[in-house]
């Protein structure tokens, strides 16, 4: 089924334009209060434009949080900001990158799957947790919101199949009521994730983590994605220059 979504992948046209365009609704489980163990879920919206140079980001995620705060389940759009996330907290600009890499990398990455396994391990440190979940780490990434051109999105579902942890879960409907194909994947003391694809596109649908006993999900699903010309304008944050977007103020 991968290797099927790998073929398809490639058929799929070259995108162009300055911006590659990712939106995700999300769904998380927020502390209701420092300490009480009581998790709320919540869904939210994120959207992302990329360019080789810089990143503007809709990011309810901040909002979410400061709703449940206040025992709300609706998010107040005032709570919400497009933000220019690459620049660090100095001011100084940073670039871009999808997994670890830049735009100009990520186009220079081999589309052979052996050379391309061997590439973005040797680009990926250790985590702890085994070689194979970081390979799968950055495959996932790659694939799920990044401008990775045809040849290299089959690579990356071949090298994805390769991985021994990848099992075949079958028939799956994502949050937005679309059928796909699951997999699953099971590292031990992880997350399980399960992910939701479209063989007939090789489109990656819908990303899931939960905990080993299958609690608390989280949720990203894809909404929408592709090339854009322009990028709306960041605003400045909502508590003043230097703030932090997920502390409520």
Excluded at 37 to 55: A, C, H, K, L, M
Excluded at 215 to 222: A, E, M, N, V
Aim: aromatic letters at 10%; glycine letters at 8%; hydrophobic letters at 35%.
């Amino acid at each position: 089924m991968l290797l099927q979504a790998a073929d398809a992948a490639a058929l799929q046209p070259q995108a162009t334009g300055e911006y590659w365009y990712v939106h995700w609704q999300i769904t998380d489980h927020f502390e209701r209060k420092p300490g009480s163990g009581e998790f709320v879920p919540i869904t939210y919206q994120r959207e992302d434009w990329s360019s080789r140079e810089r990143g503007v980001m809709r990011d309810e995620q901040g909002a979410a949080f400061k709703a449940v705060e206040d025992g709300r389940t609706t998010i107040d759009p005032a709570d919400v900001r497009f933000e220019n996330y690459t620049i660090d907290d100095t001011g100084t600009p940073a670039a871009r990158t999808f997994s670890g890499f830049t735009w100009d990398e990520l186009d220079a990455l081999p589309t052979d799957p052996v050379q391309l396994r061997a590439a973005l391990l040797a680009a990926t440190p250790s985590s702890g947790h085994g070689r194979n979940y970081d390979l799968f780490d950055s495959v996932q990434w790659l694939l799920f919101g990044s401008p990775a051109r045809p040849e290299l999105r089959r690579a990356l579902w071949t090298v994805l199949a390769g991985i021994d942890e990848v099992t075949l879960l079958g028939g799956r409907t994502d949050a937005l009521g679309r059928q796909g194909t699951a997999v699953e994947v099971k590292f031990p003391d992880w997350y399980v994730t399960t992910m939701t694809l479209d063989p007939t596109t090789g489109m990656l649908l819908e990303w899931r983590a939960t905990e080993q006993d299958g609690s608390r999900p989280l949720t990203y699903t894809l909404v929408e994605q592709g090339p854009r010309d322009s990028a709306p304008a960041a605003q400045p944050p909502l508590c003043g220059p230097g703030s932090v977007p997920l502390v409520s103020c």
